[in-house]
């Protein structure tokens, strides 16, 4: 997995490319969530759109990305979940957890 | 063993999740060359993972001298992989259901599951000498 962010509007984009398969995956992304809270980034959005597939390690670190921004008085939406992960997150009961979004566009505008 | 051995339609590795995309690259390829439909690829995809991470955490406890063994066949329209382990077994029926309220937001805990959701059938043979699971899925 690979992993590029931007802001906008106040709001903190991640953007993980590939699969999310477990092992680095996992540091990766909650190193730089850690990263965002640390500067008072609290408010982000996850576009799924370029992961090919994920596992349970995938759900793993977007249910601890939830839960950590939670704590943090944050919030985390998700953006463009590809059928695949919508599978999943239908699978495992997971989907009324997430805040989800068909654009980056309206995942931004739903913090305002 | 310090990095992966191909021999045939197996791969072995050492139980560092560090391989896994190696075992991924090799599953995929093989499924491709079988003529299985790209949705397909990514549910067996993604069970492998869950085998394969699970067979190195859980089974080989990341024992860099112990393998994991993935195979892969094909009869008919019907693909098989097996995932080995060297570790000492476990109880699938002492494992808890991620549905539940009480597990829902647990970060860990539903590879199982997840397989079974996706697969046609897993067959699970586990030993205090090691665990090797099964799955099959039709295309």
Redesign the interface.
């Known amino acids: 997995m690979k992993l590029t962010d931007r802001e906008q509007n106040g709001v903190m984009i991640l953007e993980p490319r590939g ?1 999310i ?4 995956d996992a540091t990766l992304l909650h190193d730089k969530l850690y990263d965002c809270i640390q500067k008072g980034k609290t408010k982000v959005v996850i576009d799924l759109s370029r992961i ?6 995938g ?3 977007l ?2 990305s ?2 950590t921004l939670r704590n943090s008085d944050g919030q985390l939406k998700l953006a463009r979940v590809t059928e ?1 992960i919508q599978s ?1 997150l239908t ?4 989907e009324p ?1 997430f805040d989800a979004y068909d654009s980056v566009e309206d995942a931004i505008a739903s913090f305002e | 063993m310090i990095k992966p051995v191909i021999k045939g339609n197996s791969i072995a590795i050492p139980s560092d ?2 391989f ?2 190696d075992v ?1 690259v090799f599953v995929e390829g093989m499924l491709r060359g079988y003529g299985v439909d790209e ?1 397909t690829v ?1 549910d067996i ?2 069970s492998v ?2 085998l394969v ?1 699970n067979a190195i955490l859980h089974g080989n406890k990341s024992a860099v001298d112990k393998v994991v063994t993935v195979t892969v066949a094909k009869e008919n329209s019907t693909v098989a992989i097996s995932v080995s382990d060297q570790g000492t077994g476990f109880d699938p029926t002492q494992v808890d259901n ?2 539940d309220d009480e597990n ?8 199982i ?2 397989v079974k ?2 697969m046609d059938d897993i067959d699970i043979q586990t030993t205090d000498r090691g665990t090797t699971i099964r799955i099959t899925k039709s295309f």
């Open positions: 699969k398969m477990g092992g680095p090919e597939w994920m596992n349970s390690t759900l793993g670190i249910i601890q939830y839960s695949k999943l699978i495992t009961k997971l957890v | 999740q560090e896994l995309a991924d949705s990514a995809a993604i993972s869950e991470n991620p549905i829902l937001l647990k970060e860990v805990g539903r590879g599951f997840i959701s996706l």
